[in-house]
């Protein structure tokens, strides 16, 4: 189990369950928009999230919604909205128990900022590369 919370506290997340505690990291345009510079999560099964607080979403795409603290604005999730069973891509740093937790994978590596290059040994892929399997935004490009 991990708990973790916005900056201001308003907004408490549990996992409870499965979930997989290595953060991935995201550089399509969107995402670098969202976060303003790299998107990074980790991924909980619905089962095994529980949300206490008032919390805010915006549907960014038409299957996707992005959640924040209305309070503080703290990034809180990513989730797919087209299926119940869509995980949860929360943000790490919401977590104090994830801080140690090694890098997992990396998308859209190859739109990445000059200013953030992350190192490390594992799982890259370019655009072309990721959207070839899996759902992404049309035209969305940093």
Known sequence: MIEGHCLCGAVRIVVDGDHDPRPGACHCGMCQRWSGGIFICCAAEPGSVTVTGEVAR????????????PVCGSHLWMR????DDATYDLMP?????????PLRSEIYTD???????????????TRA???AT???????TP
């Open 58 to 69: 915006y549907r960014s795409s038409r299957f996707a919604e992005r959640a924040f603290c």
């Open 80 to 83: 797919d909205t087209d299926r």
């Open 93 to 101: 740093g919401l977590f104090e128990a994830l801080r140690t937790e």
């Open 111 to 125: 739109c990445a900022p000059a200013y953030a290059p992350l190192t490390g040994d594992h799982r890259r892929k």
């Open 129 to 131: 590369q990721y959207e």
């Open 134 to 140: 899996a759902k992404f935004v049309e035209g969305d």
